[in-house]
C-alpha cells in the first residue's frame, strides 16, 4: 500500500531553516516524481516544488525559488525539502505526494489524484 510520512517541520525563527523529509513505501518509489505541497490554515493546498524519478530536473513556485531546495535518496526512498530563509508566510503543514510528469518527462507541480495523502508536518514561522 501506497505511503509517503512527512518529519522535520517545527517551529522556526524568520531567517531560520528546516530540513523536511518525506519517506516512501508501497510502489516504485524510483520510477516517481515526487511534490511537496503545503496548506496554511484557511487556503487551499498549494504546490511547493517537485522532482523528477532521478533527480535531475526540479521545479519551484515563485515564492521559494533561492530559498528551498528538493532532494532525493533514491537507495533510501526519501525526499527532502531544504528550506533556508524561511518567512512568516511559509508556515503550513507540508505534504509530499507522488507528483504527474508532464510529457517532457518533467515533473509537474500537481499531485496524482489516487494515491492517499499523509499527516503531514507542521513549519511554523515565527518569532
Known amino acids: 500500500q501506497l505511503q509517503l510520512v512527512e518529519s522535520g517541520g517545527g517551529l522556526v525563527q524568520p531567517g531560520g531553516s528546516l530540513r523536511l523529509s518525506c519517506a516512501a513505501s508501497g510502489f516504485t518509489f524510483a520510477y516517481s516524481a515526487i511534490g511537496w505541497f503545503r496548506q496554511a490554515p484557511g487556503k487551499e493546498r498549494e504546490a511547493v516544488s517537485c522532482?523528477?524519478?532521478?533527480?535531475?530536473?526540479?521545479k519551484y513556485v515563485d515564492s521559494v525559488k533561492g530559498r528551498f531546495t528538493i532532494s532525493r535518496d533514491n537507495a533510501k526512498n526519501t525526499v527532502y525539502l531544504q528550506m533556508n530563509s524561511l518567512k512568516p508566510e511559509d508556515t503550513a503543514v507540508y505534504y509530499c505526494?507522488?507528483?504527474?510528469?508532464?510529457?517532457?518527462?518533467?515533473?509537474?507541480?500537481?499531485?496524482?489524484?489516487?494515491?492517499?495523502w499523509g499527516q503531514g508536518t507542521q513549519v511554523t514561522v515565527s518569532s
Open positions: 522532482i523528477t524519478s532521478s533527480g535531475s530536473s526540479t
Open positions: 505526494q507522488v507528483a504527474l510528469t508532464t510529457v517532457q518527462a518533467m515533473c509537474a507541480l500537481r499531485p496524482v489524484d489516487f494515491a492517499p
